[in-house]
């Protein structure tokens, strides 16, 4: 049974004014300050156990009811008495349900003060490799003949495409039509764009590039990727105040990975498409000199072929006919490959799902803030109760 602390704070005080006792006489061979034994009598202070027994045996003639024991503790040599501490909170069973229910109706009307939010989605798949298997078949026999084949060993991290830098200022730069037919950008939709609330008091000139680099930022917390290693499949996320721009957002999104990824595995084989046709057209231009040559060479010198000197002169301009006959013919391959390549590279990525505007809020969750706030309501409570107690 608990102690009533009041009632034993009364009693010491009875029984010092009965024995005529002054306080700092007591409170000196109890060993505490006369104020604490103030807060004893008054009952502002816990008794312990300890400085019980102490009056005791300093005042044997004292004697306190045999009610006033010491309470149960809930934790005996580190381990909680579970009985106990339900005992405890079951006393205070209604306080604890007020408490709990009345955090509940707070969390529930917190829910309210935040904005809506909408979420849309994309799925993208990679493009099927067995697509270009018959260009591939070609470029291993084109190898077999000793012919050296573009390789292509870009690989991209979709993840960091989707979050860049390039994707977001195209992002920003967009006007959206939003659910009520009205077009603006990112910038007006998030009000970065307006003069702080302080502005009337200190001068505040808007600053384009901050105000870049602040949607830059927000728009990355609002995209959100992920991509399976297993199977390729993609999907892009986008939360916005919005369900039509979130869904815009979204789609814009995919088909900019696209373009981009698309653009980048061509941009190779272009370039060395373009180098070939430019070293194929200086190699065709020296061959046919070299062919001229050569012609003139037989029609001025019909009897070469008794001439010692004559014919070494002939065997160099064949020699170098047939040299650049033979690069001519490389280089023509090399083209024919690199065109192939080129073709190879597209598509690249498709657009599984495409991203619709949502019909529902993603957020707030009115039912997740009810169970946080019960949780939160009922672990306060009982914990006041347990450190009351």
């Known amino acids: 049974m608990p102690i009533n602390y009041s009632n034993l704070g009364q009693e010491i005080k009875r029984f010092r004014l009965m024995n005529d006792i002054r306080q700092e006489d007591m409170a000196e061979k109890m060993g505490v300050s006369r104020a604490t034994l103030i807060n004893y009598e008054k009952g502002h202070t816990t008794i312990n156990i300890d400085i019980l027994n102490k ?3 300093l005042y044997p003639e004292f004697n306190f009811d045999s009610s006033m024991t010491e309470k149960p503790k809930i934790i005996i040599d580190n381990k909680i008495d579970f009985k106990i501490l339900t005992r405890v909170l079951i006393s205070r069973k209604f306080y604890i349900i007020s408490f709990t ?7 529930l009307g917190s829910s309210f003060f935040f904005k809506k939010n909408y979420n849309a989605e994309i799925s993208l798949y990679p493009a099927k490799k ?18 050296n084949t ?10 960091d495409v989707v979050l860049s830098r ?6 920003i730069r967009q006007s959206w039509i939003a659910n009520n037919e009205q077009k603006m950008s990112l910038i007006e939709l998030w009000k970065l764009d307006s003069a702080p609330w302080y502005s009337f008091i200190f001068d505040f000139n808007i600053d384009s590039t901050i105000v870049n680099e602040k949607a830059i930022r927000k728009f990355k917390k609002h995209v959100q990727v992920s991509e399976d290693r297993l199977s390729g499949l993609i999907n892009i996320s986008t939360t916005f105040q919005d369900p039509y721009i979130a869904a815009s957002v979204a789609n814009f999104i995919g088909d900019q990975v696209e373009i981009y990824i698309q653009k980048e595995n061509s941009a190779q084989s272009t370039k060395e498409k373009l180098f070939i046709s430019e070293r194929l057209s200086v190699v065709k231009s020296e061959l046919q000199k070299a062919e001229i040559n050569l012609k003139k060479f037989k029609e001025t010198n019909r009897g070469y072929e008794n001439s010692p000197e004559l014919f070494m002169f002939y065997s160099q301009l064949f020699r170098e006919v047939e040299a650049k006959k033979e690069v001519y013919l490389m280089l023509q391959q090399q083209l024919e490959l690199a065109r192939i390549e080129e073709v190879k590279q597209s598509p690249i990525l498709h657009i599984l799902d495409a991203a619709v505007p949502p019909i529902n809020k ?17 672990i306060l409570s009982c914990a006041r109760v347990i450190f009351r107690y």
């Open 130 to 147: 067995d697509m270009m298997q018959g260009i591939s078949q070609f470029q291993n026999l084109a190898a077999n003949f000793g012919m």
């Open 150 to 159: 573009p390789k292509n060993d870009q690989d991209f991290n979709i993840p």
């Open 166 to 171: 390039l994707i977001a200022n195209k992002a």
């Open 362 to 378: 993603s957020s707030p969750r009115r039912g997740l803030f009810l169970v946080m706030f019960f949780f939160l309501g009922f």
């Open 55 to 57: 009056l005791k045996n």
């Open 101 to 107: 229910i009345l955090s509940m109706a707070l969390g």
